[in-house]
């Protein structure tokens, strides 16, 4: 990374989806819809498959499980969220023992999987599609508006813009304890300490009066400026828990004397989260520094999502300048980051446009 800090030919070769043609076998892509070691490769390694292989057998598995957990005997939860049943050990009696006697072993039927077997967090149901993602999608945009509200309708105000100071000095964390290790939880988990925090932006909408389900990759379209050259931004998707919100006594038991409910009142999950260096905003072959102070387009996408916010919670967007040590800090100088001195670290003022000519909004793939 020191030697190649852009996508130059030694990255472009070393690109695994361009490497997946004349898949002969039949294929099983599984993956975690939390999978903190690689949540974007399942769902793209199935997707550049099937682009050079049209016919094969290949299919999709994504169930809400942390790196490996597909493999382990407890698929009930992943720190705090709970999925209603044992997910793992569902799959690997109805999918992958089925899968491997057939087309392993040649024994057994056909099991005739779906082309896509996901299953959606916050419902907490697996859903058989015939394609991902699936048909009945669209791309629909919410966006920004002043005062930390989300709205489906465009902002109409001339100028409006919300804005934070970013000090490397002092970067968000990506969870609010301190660990020795990073844990697989921070995926799903409670981002009300980052809600407190003045150099983090929070938009919301008003309660949600119908289920809204997502099943696809999310787009950020943010209209920016900043105050120096280069600067990060990570885009948060959240499901925000009423306040009254519980889950049933009898998984609490394992951890609670006595049982009784757990409590989950507000509770802010992480859904999906996702960086973009700034100087990388037009191509990741040609950094490019920022003009201080002038409106730009940060445009990017984040790995697919499949989850279903529930009516009665509400959608939540964060977006902040820094995820640490998730991310290494960026200087907010336009420099070679790997060679920065300390003197290149510098505060800068961060704003996120949303008026009618710059209207930063996040294209939700809602299915219908």
Request: glycine share 8%; with cysteine; proline share 7%.
């Amino acid at each position: 990374m020191y030697s190649h800090p852009t996508y130059d030919e030694w990255w472009k070769a070393r690109n695994a989806r361009n490497a997946m043609y004349n898949i002969k076998p039949a294929m099983l892509v599984v993956g975690g819809l939390f999978d903190a070691e690689d949540c974007y490769g399942a769902w793209n390694l199935y997707k550049a498959i099937e682009k050079q292989n049209p016919g094969i057998h290949n299919k999709l598995v994504m169930g809400p499980w942390s790196h490996g957990q597909w493999s382990g005997r407890d698929g009930t939860r992943m720190g705090n969220i709970q999925f209603g049943s044992n997910t793992s050990l569902w799959y690997q009696n109805n999918i992958e023992i089925p899968f491997f006697n057939f087309y392993l072993k040649g024994k057994g039927t056909d099991p005739n999987l779906s082309e896509a077997t996901i299953f959606f967090s916050g419902e907490n149901q697996w859903h058989n599609l015939n394609q991902w993602p699936p048909a009945n999608t669209s791309n629909q945009p919410i966006y920004f508006q002043p005062n930390g509200v989300l709205s489906w309708n465009k902002p109409t105000v001339s100028k409006s813009a919300s804005e934070y100071i970013s000090d490397p000095a002092h970067p968000v964390p990506y969870t609010e304890d301190v660990h020795f290790d990073r844990t697989a939880a921070y995926m799903n988990d409670d981002q009300r300490f980052a809600t407190r925090r003045t150099d983090v932006l929070s938009f919301q909408t008003d309660v949600l009066s119908e289920d809204l389900t997502l099943a696809g990759p999310v787009v950020a379209d943010l209209a920016v400026s900043i105050t120096g050259t280069d600067a990060d931004f990570v885009v948060k998707i959240i499901d925000v828990f009423p306040d009254d919100f519980s889950y049933p006594g009898s998984a609490a038991q394992q951890g609670r004397a006595g049982g009784g409910s757990y409590p989950m009142g507000g509770y802010q999950m992480l859904v999906r989260g996702e960086i973009m260096r700034g100087k990388f905003r037009n191509s990741f072959e040609t950094p490019a520094p920022f003009t201080p102070n002038k409106i730009e387009k940060v445009k990017f996408a984040l790995p697919d999502v499949a989850h279903t916010f529930k009516k009665g919670h509400r959608l939540m967007i964060q977006i902040q300048s820094s995820w640490f040590p998730l991310a290494d800090r960026n200087p907010q100088k336009f420099v070679n980051i790997y060679e920065a001195d300390i003197t290149d670290f510098k505060k800068a003022t961060i704003r996120i446009h949303h008026d009618a000519a710059n209207s930063s909004n996040i294209v939700l793939p809602v299915m219908k």
